[in-house]
């Protein structure tokens, strides 16, 4: 590499490390429903994914269904999405292949979900409110493609784009969490009362590279 291009790259790195935001006690607000608004997290995964665990803190009162987690890769739809299809309903693809599990739930009420999957079992969890849904398995033997595109608000029909009014999630979102490995219970239940370890290595609520793109505004968390 050459000096230039060497002060470049160290450059980008620091900017990229400026952007990073601590979001410790604050959720964004999705405060309408369109087709626009929404917000990319960005993350820096090179290499396919065998596991991961997924955490996050969302409250919303739409009774129709709606996107949570829309993780795109190039050429590849629904790569990773949990969606929420009805109170208590939860809807986790893994490349186009979905599983669906059930929890008891009040309506509307905040709630706190992480979902995980292992390649080599295909073994897919739902956890909500620190309580482990049914399992159920899908995609064993997959990986999961990386370079992607993770938007939340909306859902993405490809890479970055082709949203849907009727698909978008209007409420709020905090507390977002994501490891490249599945998260044992004592761990799932210790990011629940608030404190992520290990360290999540994919996407991290304490220095989150985010762009908001619309009507989305930060606000202090309130309901937890
Ligand atoms: C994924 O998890 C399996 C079993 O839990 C483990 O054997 C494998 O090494 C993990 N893969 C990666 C890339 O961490």
Known sequence: MDTLLLWVS???????????TDLTGKVFVFPRESSTDHVTLTTHLEKPLQNFTLCFQA????SRSYSLFSYNAQGKDNELLIFKENVG?????????????????????????????????????FWVNGKP?????????????????????QEQDFYGGGFDRQQ??????????????????KEILDVFHGSP???PNILDWRALNY??????????????
Do not use: N
């Open 168 to 185: 978008s999630f209007v409420g709020e979102i905090g507390e977002l969490y994501m490891w490249d490995s599945v998260l044992s219970r």
């Open 197 to 199: 370890v290990p360290k």
């Open 59 to 62: 409250y919303s009162d739409l």
């Open 10 to 20: 160290v450059l980008a790195s620091l900017l990229e490390a400026f952007a990073q």
């Open 89 to 125: 309903v939860y809807t986790l693809y893994i490349g186009r292949t979905k599983v669906t599990a059930k929890a008891a739930e009040d309506f509307p009420s905040p709630a706190h979900i992480c979902a995980s999957w292992e390649s080599s079992s295909g073994i897919a969890e």
């Open 133 to 153: 849904l049914v399992r159920k398995g899908l995609r064993q033997g997959y990986s999961v493609e990386a370079h992607p595109k993770i938007v939340l608000g």
């Open 211 to 224: 762009e908001i793109k619309g009507y989305v505004i930060i606000k202090p968390l309130v309901w937890d």
